[in-house]
């Protein structure tokens, strides 16, 4: 299975991610973004929420 992963060392924490996949990304309290644990992960949404990254810090992970 595809799994999103979010590179935090690249991460700007611009919030792009969550405002474009909320249903996948998310802001934690400790202002880091989580990847929801999903069985099957929105493939369009989650590719959406790549090409809108500013940092290219998200990536598929088999």
Same mark, same amino acid.
């Given at each position: 299975?595809?799994?999103? =992963?979010? &590179?935090? /060392? /690249? %991460? #700007?924490?611009c919030?792009? %991610?969550?405002?474009?996949?909320?249903? =996948?990304?998310? *802001?934690? *309290?400790?202002?880091?973004?989580?990847v @929801?644990?999903? +069985?099957? !992960?929105? *493939? &369009? @949404?989650?590719?959406? /929420?790549?090409? !809108? %990254?500013?940092?290219d %810090?998200? #990536?598929? +992970?088999?």
């Amino acid at each position: 299975m595809k799994k999103p =992963v979010v &590179d935090m /060392a /690249a %991460c #700007t924490l611009c919030g792009g %991610c969550f405002e474009v996949c909320p249903e =996948v990304f998310s *802001e934690n *309290e400790f202002g880091h973004i989580e990847v @929801a644990d999903l +069985e099957e !992960y929105p *493939e &369009d @949404a989650v590719n959406e /929420a790549i090409m !809108y %990254c500013p940092e290219d %810090c998200i #990536t598929w +992970e088999e």
